[in-house]
Every structure is written in structure tokens, then in C-alpha cells.
């Protein structure tokens, strides 16, 4: 009797520490218990860097654990982003997604994986903008000037790139189509380089990034046009859109979205959306705000899932009209 009394105590443990263990009920343990990690499929010092460095340090003082970026850079963000695809659904490995998981899909013919199938949004984090900046010797001070030369002299005009389907890249291609001139596209392997060569006259525009011109504009180095988004920025408030500026309706945004793997669970989803939206909200980020011409959003999972469908439908059809493919 004491025998089978002893085994049915040591199964009935047994038991209990099985359950426990059984992944269901992980899930179902106090989360986070372990260091989070953020991928950020680019290398180090970048736009993206500095965005998910700041929000995985804000986010851990919420969270209460520590929040580490993994740089996984290579093949237009598509290694680091197939590495959380393949990772297991428990909220301890995140993606800092940008513009490109939106583009990718039409500049790829095949890619290992599915954005939508194979990832589960946390949240829209912030929202940026290019600008349309000149050499300050230019004779063109304006969107309507850009206009007015480009058609009076088809072909002669050229505006630098930093990658086939970067913001930079679209935002061209975007203002080509809409405002109906040509320019001609000029590669480049970064944007110091490209705005080298917009200094020295090489070439005549660039769609670029805040942090690449901001203070190269205030040195006088660089005449800004307007700013590539929706809405006037809080950062450039005196530069019009380009929509007001001459091209109704034009609307070209780089951007920051975090995303867990698909069938992370929702009550996890929910508190890495929690904590984000603290993080937003922190002095460093809206420091950062204005030096990266951020417009921080922190929104709930299903607006990221929203805007992001957005995304990949506008891009797409820049991108079909275009004819272009990566490289």
C-alpha cells in the first residue's frame, strides 16, 4: 500500500511537470521571462538601426527584460526576415520590418516566405518621409521648377538612387509617373556617395533620406524642395508637400513595423503592442523623431496589417509600371 501510495504521488508529479512543460502552457506562463531579441535584417548605424536600438531599449524598461538587436543583413532584408519566419512563435524573436517587406513581394520573383501567411504585426511603430533635395547653385527652387524643366528638357535631368526599390528609389519613380516627366536614374551603392555626386553636379536630384540631408541643408550644402509625405513635417515646417507643391495626391513614406511569427500568441502580441507604445512616448525617441523626420505611431496590430496591405498595393503598381526588378 505505501508503494503504490509513493507511485501515485511521483506519477501525479510527473504528470503536473509534463503539463507544464507541454508548449501550450508556456505560452501560458508570465511572459516575458527571457531576453527578447529584435532582428534587423541590415547592418549596424543604419535608419532602421537606430529606430529598433532605441525602441528595444525603451521597450525592455516596460517590459522588464532585457531587448537585444540581431543585425541580419543580406539579400534586400530577405535573410533576416526568413530567420523570424522560421523562428518559433513565443514572442522572444521579433522583426523590425520596413518599406522593403512591402516592396519585396513585386521585386522578387520567388521568396521564402509570406509576409502575411508567416508573420503576425505588433505594431506600426513610426512613419518617415524622403526629401526632394537640389544643389543650392541649381536654378530649380521648386517642385514646379523641377516640373517645368524637366518636360522643357526631357532626359537631360538625373536623380540618384541607393538600391533598386529603397524608399529613395520609389519615391522617383513615384513623382515620374505622376507628374508625367522623365528622369533619368542614376545607382548608387549608399547615400553619401549619391549626395557626393548631387553636390559636385553630377547629378541634379535626390529623393533622400532625412538623416542623410538634414544637416547638410541647414550647412547650405543642400536646397531642399518638399518633403515626400502626406502632411507637412513638424521637423521641416516652413517645406511644403509635394502634393502641394505641384503633384496632387503624391504620398511616398518610408516606415518601421514590428512583427512576431504567425501564431505567436494574441495575449503576447498584445503586450509587445503594449510596450511599444510606451516606448514611443520615451524623451529618446522624440529626440529621434527629429533627427530621423519620424512620426511615431504605435498603433494597434490589426492598423499595421491595414497599412501595410496599403503598401505592398501602391508599390506594386510603381513597380509593374516601371518594369523593375532587383538586382
Known amino acids: 500500500m505505501f508503494l503504490r501510495r509513493n507511485f501515485q504521488i511521483v506519477l501525479t508529479f510527473a504528470l503536473v511537470a509534463l503539463a507544464l512543460a507541454s508548449p501550450g502552457n508556456r505560452a501560458l506562463a508570465a511572459y516575458p521571462d527571457r531576453i527578447i531579441k529584435i532582428v534587423v535584417p541590415f547592418a549596424p548605424g543604419g535608419g532602421t538601426d537606430v529606430v529598433a536600438r532605441t525602441l528595444a531599449q525603451e521597450m525592455a524598461k516596460d517590459l522588464g527584460v532585457s531587448v537585444i538587436i540581431e543585425n541580419k543583413p543580406g539579400a534586400g532584408t530577405i535573410i533576416g526576415t526568413q530567420s523570424v519566419a522560421a523562428s518559433d512563435a513565443d514572442g522572444y524573436t521579433l522583426l523590425m520590418g520596413t518599406f522593403a517587406n512591402a516592396v519585396n513581394p513585386s521585386l522578387y520573383a520567388k521568396l521564402t516566405y509570406d509576409q502575411h501567411r508567416d508573420f503576425a504585426p505588433v505594431a506600426l511603430v513610426a512613419r518617415s518621409f524622403n526629401i526632394v533635395v537640389v544643389n543650392p547653385a541649381s536654378p530649380i527652387k521648386s517642385i514646379a521648377d523641377l516640373i517645368a524643366v524637366a518636360k522643357a ?80 513635417s513638424p521637423a521641416f515646417p516652413d517645406l511644403p508637400t509635394v502634393s502641394e507643391a505641384g503633384v496632387p495626391g503624391y504620398d511616398a513614406e518610408a516606415w518601421y513595423g514590428l512583427f512576431a511569427p504567425a501564431k505567436t500568441p494574441p495575449d503576447i502580441v498584445d503586450r509587445l503592442n503594449k510596450a511599444a507604445a510606451v516606448a514611443v512616448k520615451a524623451e529618446t525617441f522624440k529626440k529621434l523623431a527629429v533627427s530621423e523626420g519620424l512620426v511615431l505611431v504605435a498603433s494597434p496590430p490589426n492598423e499595421l496589417d491595414r497599412y501595410f496591405g496599403v503598401e505592398e498595393e501602391r508599390w506594386r503598381k510603381v513597380i509593374q509600371d516601371a518594369g523593375l526588378k532587383a538586382e
Open 153 to 232: 528638357e526631357p532626359d537631360k535631368l538625373s536623380y540618384g538612387t541607393y538600391g533598386t526599390g529603397t524608399s529613395a528609389h520609389l519615391a522617383g519613380e513615384l513623382f515620374k509617373h505622376m507628374a508625367g516627366v522623365n528622369l533619368t536614374t542614376v545607382p548608387y551603392k549608399g547615400a553619401a556617395p549619391a549626395i557626393t555626386d548631387l553636390i559636385g553636379g553630377q547629378i541634379q536630384v535626390m529623393f533622400t533620406t532625412v538623416a542623410s540631408a538634414a544637416p547638410l541643408i541647414e550647412g547650405g550644402q543642400l536646397r531642399a524642395l518638399a518633403v515626400t509625405s502626406a502632411e507637412r
